[in-house]
């Protein structure tokens, strides 16, 4: 039987030209959709955080939350959600970036994290880094300490770990 990380690696499907012509996409939802396959997803990120003290799981919109989530709710801690902009109803704070396909905002609440809070920020893929460095600068302004960021797949060619601003990253998925 394969491992884990090669049954996660045969999973993941390659759509080409997804959003745009050039970007060759990374699908996890027939992860998502099997259910021994996503708890296993969703144990690694878990022992990734075992013994960090983690007290609150930021997720990036929209597939950070899939996985984020279920991570807050298995350590027991709050989930705070990182949105484009404009769909967060209170008063937010924001953080422009580049993408891979394009240029966005994001924004997280403004009372989202405590001061000193040790954060892990978690989303499903690594690509040039833009997304979650905005993340970075928002959960950093707010006072909460990054202990670590991870991701379920790493695109290691556009070497998106060097944007993080030291942040200390991982990912278990490398293409
Ligand atoms: P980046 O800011 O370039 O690191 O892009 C990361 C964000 O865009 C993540 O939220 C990903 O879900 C999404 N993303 C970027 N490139 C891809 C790709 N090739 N396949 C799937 N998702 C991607």
Known sequence: MPDTITQLREAVRDVPDFPMPGILFKDITPILANGALFKRSIDLFLDACSGKGIEKVVGIDARGFLFGSAVAYQLGVG??????????????????????????????????????????????????????????????????ELVEAQFLIELEFLAGGANLQGVPFRSFLKY
């Open 79 to 144: 989930f705070v959600p990182v949105r484009k902009k404009g769909k967060l109803p209170y008063r937010t704070d924001s953080s422009a970036y580049k993408l891979e396909y394009g240029e966005a905002t994001v924004e997280m609440h403004v009372d989202a994290i405590e001061p000193g809070e040790k954060v892990v920020l978690i989303d499903d893929l690594l690509a040039t880094g833009g997304t979650s460095a905005a993340a970075v600068k928002l959960i950093r302004k707010m006072g909460g």
